[in-house]
């Protein structure tokens, strides 16, 4: 199939062809013909698949073929989404695609002054962008009407539950006509999600591509054992190695974004961080100069391993593992996107074991490991005591081998080993990873952190994304 077969006004043909797009892409050939014929679509895909096309491509040419005079206050399309970045994102490719269509398009998010948007809104447009609480707000002073709305896009309503939005989606779509067409994208389909689709879609047509679990296939994965006092040092050694053009760091907690940044510019190698403590103007600068290269290196929490496309980052770190393996493919999902090839190495720390394991498990292979850099202890002039201390890269780290030699010990769930000093493995955070991530989960338009006290999703059937998530935190209200 190429895009001539799926008949687009000519507007759109052009736009995308000057896009450099010849193909659509597995989900766009599977959604954009129904959502074409007008009905409501429930897509089980992931940024990264050209997903933000199957749905922006079908209402464009809906709106270009029955073009209307627009209404103070209202909009005709409203696509929610779960961050400001996803948001601004979704907002620019509506624009790039409609560039030859005489259309509005307006995006809104919090963490920026209310009144712009107003005066955005006020006469009308044709689409509109927003995260829910920012929109919910809009909405209350009057300055959005959504009795308007044809057409509803919820996209990543998988992390729009796990940032505690799904009150705000209730009273958004309770705003909107019942007549309109939906469509419903998410990464997994939980049966919250499953639920959502019942209620906000008529007879979807459900569309899939491949699992997040599986779409890594590009990525070269491996992992390097190191100890945490070692891991600044091995870090900044891999980035300025030639072949990495530019990498995005993730930590688990904010304030450990803020500490790596710091450390490497001890070592002159320039980083900006991204999370959510970061004011929307700092995440943007970031982001921009990251985007135009100025910036070789970014250093984030989970906030920005979703819906982020930046097509040229070579390399991932994931600096501190995630507690939550999905993470982690979503994390090296920030690479070897729109076909190129990427790397993702995992610095894994003897207490992070654990968390790796869960990783491999959820995407089915071992991670290869790669040996610490030669010289590299020497180089980074570490003391002969903490070299016969640290476990090395061939060995596997102490608590393993001793955990290997325990009676019973192999085969027993690692997560029920318990240190020397009665500490079990970190499972929810980390450090102050635990606190940090429930304050970034529960931020709006924050990062989908896991609360500390919140259960960790037990059974994927299938060993890969069904989990049940914790749909029904809520964010706090500082966020807004
Ligand atoms: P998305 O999943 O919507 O974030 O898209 C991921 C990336 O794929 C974006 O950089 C898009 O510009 C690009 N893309 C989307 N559709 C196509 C296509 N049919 N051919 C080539 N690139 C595409």
Redesign the pocket.
Known sequence: MN?SDLALAEPLSRA?AE???????P??QAAIPPALAGNDVLGL??????????FALPILNRLAANPKHRLKLSTRVLVLAPTRELAA??AA?FTAYGRYLKLSVACVFGGVPIGRQERALFPGVDVLVATPGRLLDLVMKGACDLGHVEMLVLDECDQMLDLGFVHDLKRITGLLPKQRQSMLFSATLPPTIEDMAQRYLKNPIKVAVKPAATTAERVVQTVIHVSQPEKLALLAHLLVEPDVGSAIVFTRTKHGADRVVRQLSAHKIAAEAIHGNRSQAQRTRALTGFRTGEVKVLVATDIAAR?L?I?AVSHIFNYELPNVPEQYVHRIGRTA???REGRAIALCAPDERAFLKDIERTIRMQLDQQALPANFRDLVGLTAKLIKSSPSAADPPREERDFNRSPGGRGRDPRAVVHADGRGPRREGGRDGGRDAARDGARREGGPGRPANAARPQGRPGGGFGGQRNSGQRRSPAGR
Do not use: E, L, M, V
């Not at 896009?19 to 892409?25: Q, S, V």
């Open positions: 895009f995308i896009k450099g797009y010849d193909t659509p892409t989900i766009q895909a992931q940024t990264g698949t050209g997903k933000t096309a199957a994102q979704i490719s819906g496309d097509p996107r729109a076909g």
